[in-house]
């Protein structure tokens, strides 16, 4: 590496990551520069500092939403909803269906994915990151809107695991 490349494991770069994440509120910051990757996530449960692996998606059980929704007519629980997994958002940020506006979306309902597959992106400080499925199934309900902000957990689709 040339004395003129900065190394993204400096501390003090890293150090001044941080702090630009607390101050504009930003849970996860994912670099590559030359090779070299670092990943950032703050305010995690389970992270142990300031560099993490790349995190998966979050999976939340429908029956335990991440965040309190608004009062609707309730469902009546069928043996089905065990079945049913929840992708959640892995980070703050903005939701995005597809990788441009001109592009259709990574996933729609009636659509089998695999773990690997890309259903969305989410935008965070001009960094757009792609999700992961995380899991084999049936997209059963996209839950949020192109466009739409997203906390971390925020509940993005319903999949059907038997396919």
Do not use: H, W
């Not at 990788?99 to 969305?120: A, I, L, M, Q």
């Not at 049936?138 to 695991?161: C, H, Q, R, S, W």
Request: hydrophobic share 40%.
């Amino acid at each position: 590496m040339s004395e003129n490349s900065a190394d993204v494991f400096d501390l003090d770069r890293i150090r001044s990551l941080v702090e630009l994440m607390k101050e504009n509120g930003v849970s996860e910051i994912d670099l590559e520069d030359n090779g070299q990757r670092v990943k950032l996530t703050r305010g995690v449960p389970g992270a142990a500092g300031a560099v993490a692996p790349v995190a998966a998606p979050a999976f939340v059980e429908t029956a335990a939403p991440a965040a309190p929704a608004p009062a609707a007519p309730a469902e009546p629980e069928s043996d089905d909803s065990k079945f049913i997994k929840t992708i959640a958002s892995p980070m703050v940020g903005t939701f995005y269906a597809s990788p441009r506006t001109d592009k259709p979306p990574f996933v729609k309902v009636g659509d089998v994915v695999s773990p690997e597959k890309t259903v969305c992106i989410i935008e965070a400080m001009k960094v757009f990151n792609e999700v992961q499925a995380e899991t084999s199934g049936k997209i059963v309900a996209t839950l949020v809107k192109n466009g739409d902000m997203v906390e971390y957990g925020t509940p993005l689709f319903k999949v059907d695991v038997r396919g």
